[in-house]
């Protein structure tokens, strides 16, 4: 059982293609459009030209019928290898009808700095404008210690302020950040 576990870890860092039979990148993409159009739960939000990369944008609504519960942010990243099976997402809440709470923000090792957490929380802040949200709120963890200063200006950079606790009181909540429309 260990040695599953460490194959894991050796292969989490990794970045995982589909294969597809062809290098046409326009093709893939018009596929991919297709497969998140028959979904009723998937909502194509943007189609971003990035770095020699097509990012799908869409939105998952984990239930139809809750129009304010969990939703997630999902990225489709295709490239000229294929479709990256790597989950990158953001995961957020409406806590309240005008409050939306991100819940995890998941692009790992060898996705990050690639520029996909600004699509996906800039994509959160045009939600959050386009339905006159009043603020968006959230929490970084002490298990993100080895990069709170990366953190501190990712969030800052797309105008969150970041405020840093002064106690491990919290088990696991090092700061709050929260964003603030103000256009309302």
Do not use: C
């Not at 080895?146 to 491990?168: E, I, Q």
């Amino acid at each position: 059982m260990f040695d599953f576990i460490s194959r894991i870890d050796k292969y989490r860092n990794k970045r995982y293609f589909s294969k597809v039979n062809t290098q046409d990148m326009n093709s893939i993409l018009k596929n991919e459009l297709a497969k998140i159009a028959a979904n009723p739960e998937k909502l194509v939000l943007d189609v971003v030209y990035k770095n020699e990369e097509i990012l799908v944008v869409y939105r998952n609504n984990l239930d139809l019928e809750d129009k304010y519960g969990i939703f997630l942010i999902e990225l489709k990243v295709i490239t000229s290898q294929g479709v990256l099976k790597d989950r990158v997402r953001l995961a957020a809440e409406y806590t309240k009808r005008e409050v939306i709470e991100i819940l995890e923000i998941q692009v790992f090792e060898d996705n990050q700095h690639r520029g996909y957490g600004s699509v996906l929380l800039t994509t959160l802040i045009d939600i959050a404008l386009e339905n006159s949200i009043k603020e968006i709120s959230g929490w970084i963890s002490y298990a993100d210690e080895d990069h709170f200063d990366k953190l501190d200006y990712f969030y800052k950079k797309h105008g969150f302020a970041v405020f840093w606790l002064d106690n491990k009181r919290h088990v696991h909540k090092a700061a709050d950040i929260i964003w603030t429309n103000d256009r309302n």
